[in-house]
Nanobody, 123 residues
Framework: VQLQASGGGLVQAGGSLRLSCTVS????????MGWYRQAPGKQRELVAG???????NYADSVKGRFTISRDNAKETVYLQMNSLKPEDAAVYYC??????????????????WGQGTQVTVSS
């Protein structure tokens, strides 16, 4: 199973970016999906999460500015980030709770991570 994130980059304060993360592999089911971020010298924190049923939660710091969504048919989660601030700069990681078949045809349930995508916001 792989999670491939994309969409990061450099943007001016007040600008927007859209992150995408696609899951690939011999997947049975994806339940919760989410985005985390980690700034230099800080712990990784949850930015937004979405369940398979569509329940959503956001960190207080991004409410009203960021929107998480998912396309189950494409096994992809998105993060639309508007009104970006310098304090939003971080490496953003996608995350998913996945049930899949291993190479040995065993069912595995695990939380998987993408490789991270850098978001830089200039003031």
């Amino acid at each position: 199973v792989q999670l491939q994130a994309s969409g990061g980059g450099l943007v001016q304060a007040g600008g927007s970016l859209r992150l995408s993360c696609t899951v690939s592999g011999n997947i049975i089911r994806i339940t919760a999906m989410g985005w985390y971020r980690q700034a230099p010298g800080k712990q990784r924190e949850l930015v937004a999460g979405i369940t398979s049923g569509g329940s959503i939660n956001y960190a207080d710091s991004v409410k009203g500015r960021f929107t998480i969504s998912r396309d189950n048919a494409k096994e992809t989660v998105y993060l639309q980030m508007n009104s970006l601030k310098p304090e939003d700069a971080a490496v953003y990681y996608c995350n998913a709770d996945i049930n899949y078949y291993s190479d040995a045809d065993e069912m595995v349930a695990e939380k998987s991570w993408g490789q991270g995508t850098q978001v830089t916001v200039s003031s």
